[in-house]
């Protein structure tokens, strides 16, 4: 349609639309096209490309080929036996009819270097010039493939020289052991840097690899070497030499990875990238010339330029190795060596039995890494390769050297006290079976008492009495205070010895003995030897801790079966026996707290142990004596001490128990014995008195009356044997508290059978014995000597029971007894209670106060109104044994009155050259004052009279510990 028409009928709008239209139907029309052509010429469209690509791929092929020729023509040039600088001498010199003969020296030249060659690459070999060997063998495969060239041009080469295949295959094997000799070389942990980067060299050239490939090859070769180092192969070696060379592998071979193959961005100064040095060195020219410079000979002139000037080259151009690949390959490598040097020296260090050996070898160690020149500059190598830091010992050794110890530790703290343990049941054997080892045990008194020359110490004069308590041989005598007896000692000893071999052992890792010179040297440390001391330290002290506690279980194991055995055999005989087991067991816990200070040191941990020296074992033996001043002793060990205590006391409490049981079991027999026969058995010697009276029409009448002058045998029995059993068991070691709960045990148990007695005696069906006046008169005497030898006037609750309950008991007999006769017979009875007390103070020593003595001196009273001097003590003017004996005043007080007992013994004194009458004698010891007519009995009448209950505690003399 023509534009004028078209602008003459539409409007502006309309040819826009029209215009929208036509460009619309234009596209649509083109893409129809497209597709049309494209699905009939696609193949012919490709066809025509590939047939372009042919054609550039051919001119490639020929301008390849090309070039081949070209370079062909270049190495035949090179290569051929009349090189061409032999062949610009033939020119200039040799033109005409010396040309065969020139030939044929050249030839002859090539094949004599070629014979000449094993002899200097086997001398090479021998020297572990790798590199060198490589040149040679090199040089002559050159040689020998130029000469096949030659070959190939005139055939009659072989037939003239028919040595030349067979010199060929003669030097072809080299290639093999030069190459198994570098790989050797790279295993060794003493090869040098350069020695390493030559070989590598060598293994480049020889099989055209990369210095990518030779790294690799380097690390697992080291690997290796690592895993050799482990073999069963190196056994014949020592340990401390295995483990050196573990780590000079390491650290050689992290320095040399640095020295040969890293690549620095900038100049160091350290060396490093060794081996394209060397690569570059024998690559090129000048290398070639210098090679046979050593020949001198004649043939050497007939050589052809392609020998003279020979140099190995190299497939590819030496690219060094990346640094991120350094870093992660050598990171794997030192991973791989971790769990090497974990199972591989954790097995070398089983075989270690001793701390001091494994000292010795961390201080080599120590020293190698201190002297080794791959520690300069450590630091920075390690953060280069490794982008970290590398400690050797900290990283690979410390953990298994820590382990290690510990392991040793645990195992001779374990097997010490197992080997107490089996001493310990041969010294129980010994008890049981009555063998000669036991008898001190068993018969502690005899021990005691019997002297014995080393009881007293040979330098006894020279030395004071702290500093014998505090040595290592003390003396008999200490010990035999102690009741310590040879058993104790020795299982104390042996205990002390191991513990002591122990802390020796484990002090020689834990301290430094490393000589002046050393300790002052300008050199920095390599590592410090005492970081892992303190876990060490604790684990010694928790091992110990286990182990005294293991004891303290095979303690209180046998205690409690013992005890079961006491209750359940009846036999006296193995009775005695198993109590002796049980009482050894009570002074062993008391013995190791006092005589093994190792046990102290162990436990009290780094503050105890000092050093190797025994001054550390002499200061804790001072801190533990008791003559010293008090020192602060350390938490744990004061926990452990209490342990060691309380099976004492356990032990103790078990012998408390059973002698309880024993005697009380037999006074209680004869206080409820049917028999009348017992009651004659059992009575002792009555007093016979005589009396004189005035009857109402004033007549004299005499009488006589019987009254108690002993304690009953059944009871004198009781006392007697609790201060037989004492003594035996060394009571005089016993603790203070022991013998307290002893005493109160058996007084508590004497005063529930007498109360039975009197119970028994209320009921009219009761089959007992009646309690008549005579018996209980006796059954008073008993009961007032019992609380006079055992008066328990403390003011804990359980005294104030005891002393209800006698009070009671007393007044509950005096009931049975004629009120009127009570009165008469009561100052004699008194008065024989007191000589009776005095005649066995020494009988029943065990369990009378020292401080009694004093009421039984014959000193006299201050008078009324004299001033008592607290300054002076007075003597006894009687002793029973020693003379002028000290003994620690009583208070007397000048407003208390004398005892009625004395003015009954004054008038019975005064009585003997005339007769007294009942009622005078009755009047003599009645009371006169008002308070004193308010006492329930005459016991308490008595009691609140007598000095008896200003005396101590019979304990404050009982005993020497607390």
Known sequence: MDTNILFEKFTVEEIREIEKKTRADIERKKEDLRIMVGERYRDLIEAADTITEMKNSAQNVMSSIAKMEDMCRQLKQRHMVRGTSFQQRMSSGHQGGKKQEVHFYGIASQIKLLLDMPEKIWSALDEEDYLTATQHFLLSRHIHTSLQLESQQSGNLLSMFPVLTRQWAAISHFRTTILQGCRNVLKQPAAKDEQIARVLCSII??????????????????????????????????????????????????????????????????????????????????????????????????????????????RSHAVPVSVQHLQDNCQQWINTCMNNVTSGVGKLLSFVNTVKRLADIRDQVWLYLKQDSCMQGWDLVCQRILNQPLSIWHGFLQPLFISRVKALIKFQLESSTEVTKRQISKVVMAIGSGEEGGIADTDLAGYIWHESPGDIPVNMAWTTATSRSNSDNPGGLIMKAKAYTPVIQSLCKTYEEKLQGLLQDALSYLSLLTPVEESKSSQPEAFDRLSDSDALYVHIQTSCKACLEELIKYFKEHLTLWEKALHDIKDPGINQMTQDKVLLIGRLCSAIGDMVPALQQCIMGKSAIHGPDSASSRVLKKQSSSSGGKVSENSEWSSSKER???????????????????????????????????????????DEVSIEEETEDGKKISSKIRVPMQASWYVQNLLYSLCREINRVGGHAVQRGTLHQLVSKVTDEVMKSFEEVVSNSRKKDSNCLPLTQQRAL?????????????????????????????????????????????????????????????????????????????????????????????????????????TLLPISTQPIRSSIQAPALQKSLYKAKASEG???????????????????????????????????????????NIGSKS
Not at 256 to 271: G, K, L, N, W
Not at 795 to 813: M, N
Not at 928 to 954: A, P, R, V
């Open 205 to 314: 050239v020889l099989e055209d690899s990369t210095p990518r490939q030779v790294f690799n090859e380097f690390l697992l070769a080291r690997t290796t070497a690592v895993q050799q180092l482990f073999h069963p192969s190196h056994q014949n070696a020592s340990v401390k030499e295995q483990i050196s060379l573990v780590v000079q592998l390491i650290t050689t071979t992290v320095h040399q990875i640095h020295t040969v193959f890293y690549s620095p961005a900038e100049p160091s100064d350290i060396p490093c990238n060794l081996l394209l040095t060397i690569l570059t060195e024998i690559t090129s020219e000048k290398q070639g010339a210098r090679l046979l410079e050593t020949h001198g000979s004649m043939s050497a002139k007939s050589l052809p330029k392609s020998v003279l000037e020979f140099v190995p080259t190299l």
């Open 644 to 686: 060691l205590c309380n099976c004492h006391r356990e032990a103790y409490r078990i012998w408390v128990d059973h002698l309880t049981l024993s005697v009380v079991t037999k006074l209680r027999n004869a206080l409820s014995s049917k028999e009348h026969k017992n009651a004659l058995i059992y009575c002792t010697r009555w």
């Open 778 to 882: 006796q059954l008073i005497f008993d009961v007032k000597f019992i609380l006079q030898i055992i008066p328990r006037k403390d003011d804990t609750v359980e005294g104030k029971s005891y002393q209800k309950a006698a009070a009671r008991i007393i007044e509950s007999l005096e009931e049975k007894v004629d009120p009127f006769d009570l009165d008469v017979f009561s100052p004699y009875m008194q008065s024989h209670l007191m000589k009776q007390g005095q005649r066995s103070a020494v009988l029943y020593g065990a369990l009378t106060s020292l401080d009694r003595l004093g009421l039984f001196s014959a000193g006299r009273p201050l008078q009324s109104g004299q001033s008592e001097q607290h300054n002076v003590l007075p003597l006894t003017s009687c002793p029973s044994r020693f």
């Open 914 to 956: 005339r007769s007294h009458t009942l009622t005078e004698t009755a009047a003599a010891v009645l009371p006169q004052t008002s308070s004193m007519q308010k006492e329930s009995s005459f016991y308490n009448k008595l009691g609140s009279m007598s000095s008896m209950s200003e005396l101590s505690s019979w304990f404050s």
